[in-house]
C-alpha cells in the first residue's frame, strides 16, 4: 500500500457512491478524509439532499456493519448503548447492546433529542467505547459516526452541546444540487419513490478491512513539517483573540485539523501536508467549535466569513 494505491482506491469509491448518489462530490471528499484519520462528521442540510443515502452508501461500499438511531424527543440514552437486564434463570445480569455496537453510526436527525440523549454518543465518539452498568465494553476500531441534522432554526430541533460538537471532525453544509444535477436525479430516479438501496447490491464493497487498516496507518506516516505545525497552532489560538469571536477553538481541534490535512494530502497523492492542504479543511473543521462576539451576530456577521477574514490574515509558511 502507498500513496497512489490509496488515492486510486478513493477514486473507485467516489465512483461507486456516484452511481447512486448525484452530485454531493465535496460532501464524499470530506467523508472520505474523515474515513481515513478515524474522524466523525456532521451533515446539516435541509430534507431531501442525500445525507442519510451517503451514509449507507459509505457503509456498503466498505463493507462496514451498519447501523442507524432515528433521534427523536423521546429517545433516551439506553435506546442507543443498550441496556443491561436480569436474567431469572442465570440470576445475572445480560447486556443488550444497543444499534451503537456497530462500525458506521448514523445519528439521523440528531438536534431533534432532548442534550442529555445526544451526549450518550461522547464516550464512545471519543474513546470508541461504552460504559454499562458499570462495564466497559469496546467498540470497533473503525467505529465511526455521521450524524445528520436538520437547520436549526426550523421547529424541534435541539442545539448540539458544544462538548459534543467539538467530538466532530466535520460540520458540513449540503447544499442543493446544481440544475442540471437535479435534472440527472428526477431522470435516473423518478421512476419510483422508492431511494435505491446501497446495501441490495446498487453499491458495490471494494475496500475490505485489512485494506482499510493499511490506509488508516499510511495516511499517519504522511509528514507534517514543524512550519505546518506552527501554521495549525497559529490559527487555532487566533480564533480565541479575534474581537469576532467570543469563543476560540479548542486544542483538540488543532490536532485534529493535523490529521485531517495528512488525510487530505495523501488523497491528493502526496506524502506530505502543504499550507493549501490545512486551507481546505478549515471551514468544515472549525465552523462547529466557535461562537461569534455578540456584536459580530448583532452585525449579521456569519462564522464561515470571519473564518475566510483569520485565513487570510494568518502568516502562511513557504
Same mark, same amino acid.
Given at each position: 500500500?502507498?500513496?497512489?494505491?490509496?488515492?486510486?482506491?478513493?477514486?473507485? !469509491?467516489?465512483?461507486?457512491?456516484?452511481?447512486?448518489?448525484?452530485?454531493? %462530490?465535496?460532501?464524499?471528499?470530506?467523508?472520505?478524509?474523515?474515513? /481515513?484519520?478515524?474522524?466523525?462528521? @456532521?451533515?446539516?442540510?435541509?430534507?431531501?439532499?442525500?445525507?442519510?443515502? !451517503?451514509?449507507?452508501?459509505?457503509?456498503?461500499?466498505?463493507?462496514?456493519? /451498519?447501523?442507524?438511531?432515528?433521534?427523536?424527543?423521546?429517545?433516551?440514552?439506553?435506546?442507543?448503548?443498550?441496556?443491561?437486564?436480569?436474567?431469572?434463570?442465570?440470576?445475572?445480569?445480560?447486556?443488550?447492546?444497543?444499534?451503537?455496537?456497530?462500525?458506521?453510526? !448514523?445519528?439521523?436527525?440528531?438536534?431533534?433529542?432532548?442534550?442529555?440523549?445526544?451526549?450518550?454518543?461522547?464516550?464512545?465518539?471519543?474513546?470508541?467505547?461504552?460504559?454499562?452498568?458499570?462495564?466497559?465494553?469496546?467498540?470497533?476500531?473503525?467505529?465511526?459516526?455521521?450524524?445528520?441534522?436538520?437547520?436549526?432554526?426550523?421547529?424541534?430541533?435541539?442545539?448540539?452541546?458544544?462538548?459534543? $460538537?467539538?467530538?466532530?471532525?466535520?460540520?458540513?453544509? @449540503?447544499?442543493?444540487?446544481?440544475?442540471?444535477?437535479?435534472?440527472?436525479?428526477?431522470?435516473?430516479?423518478?421512476?419510483?419513490?422508492?431511494?435505491?438501496?446501497?446495501?441490495?447490491?446498487?453499491?458495490?464493497?471494494?475496500?475490505? %478491512? +485489512?485494506?482499510?487498516?493499511?490506509?488508516?496507518?499510511?495516511?499517519?506516516?504522511?509528514?507534517?513539517? %514543524?512550519?505546518?505545525?506552527?501554521?495549525?497552532?497559529?490559527?487555532?489560538?487566533?480564533?480565541?483573540?479575534?474581537?469576532?469571536?467570543?469563543?476560540? +477553538?479548542?486544542?483538540?481541534?488543532?490536532?485534529?485539523? +493535523?490529521?485531517?490535512?495528512?488525510?487530505?494530502?495523501?488523497?491528493?497523492? &502526496?506524502?506530505?501536508?502543504?499550507?493549501?492542504?490545512?486551507?481546505?479543511?478549515?471551514?468544515?473543521?472549525? &465552523?462547529?467549535?466557535?461562537?461569534?462576539?455578540?456584536?459580530?451576530?448583532?452585525?449579521?456577521?456569519?462564522?464561515?466569513?470571519?473564518?475566510?477574514? $483569520?485565513?487570510?490574515?494568518?502568516?502562511?509558511?513557504?
Amino acid at each position: 500500500m502507498d500513496i497512489a494505491d490509496l488515492r486510486s482506491l478513493s477514486q473507485t !469509491l467516489r465512483v461507486q457512491i456516484g452511481t447512486v448518489v448525484i452530485g454531493q %462530490a465535496e460532501t464524499v471528499d470530506l467523508m472520505l478524509v474523515a474515513l /481515513f484519520c478515524n474522524g466523525h462528521m @456532521l451533515l446539516e442540510g435541509p430534507p431531501g439532499t442525500a445525507k442519510t443515502l !451517503l451514509a449507507q452508501c459509505l457503509a456498503a461500499s466498505l463493507g462496514l456493519t /451498519f447501523g442507524r438511531v432515528q433521534f427523536t424527543p423521546d429517545l433516551l440514552p439506553g435506546d442507543i448503548l443498550g441496556t443491561a437486564q436480569f436474567n431469572f434463570q442465570t440470576s445475572s445480569f445480560v447486556v443488550n447492546r444497543g444499534p451503537i455496537f456497530c462500525e458506521l453510526l !448514523l445519528a439521523d436527525e440528531i438536534n431533534r433529542t432532548p442534550p442529555k440523549t445526544q451526549a450518550a454518543l461522547l464516550e464512545a465518539m471519543q474513546e470508541r467505547q461504552v460504559t454499562l452498568d458499570g462495564k466497559t465494553h469496546p467498540l470497533s476500531e473503525r467505529f465511526m459516526v455521521i450524524a445528520t441534522e436538520n437547520p436549526i432554526e426550523q421547529q424541534g430541533t435541539y442545539p448540539l452541546p458544544e462538548a459534543q $460538537l467539538d467530538r466532530f471532525l466535520f460540520k458540513h453544509t @449540503l447544499a442543493y444540487p446544481s440544475a442540471e444535477e437535479e435534472l440527472a436525479i428526477v431522470t435516473t430516479q423518478g421512476a419510483t419513490v422508492r431511494m435505491p438501496d446501497p446495501f441490495s447490491g446498487a453499491i458495490t464493497q471494494v475496500i475490505d %478491512a +485489512a485494506t482499510l487498516a493499511a490506509c488508516v496507518r499510511l495516511v499517519e506516516s504522511v509528514t507534517l513539517t %514543524a512550519p505546518i505545525a506552527q501554521y495549525i497552532v497559529s490559527i487555532i489560538r487566533t480564533t480565541r483573540t479575534a474581537p469576532d469571536i467570543a469563543i476560540g +477553538a479548542s486544542p483538540r481541534s488543532g490536532a485534529m485539523l +493535523a490529521a485531517a490535512s495528512r488525510a487530505h494530502a495523501a488523497l491528493d497523492g &502526496r506524502s506530505y501536508v502543504i499550507p493549501d492542504d490545512v486551507k481546505a479543511l478549515l471551514l468544515p473543521a472549525l &465552523r462547529h467549535r466557535i461562537v461569534l462576539s455578540a456584536t459580530a451576530e448583532i452585525d449579521g456577521r456569519k462564522v464561515d466569513d470571519v473564518l475566510r477574514t $483569520l485565513i487570510e490574515t494568518t502568516e502562511v509558511p513557504r
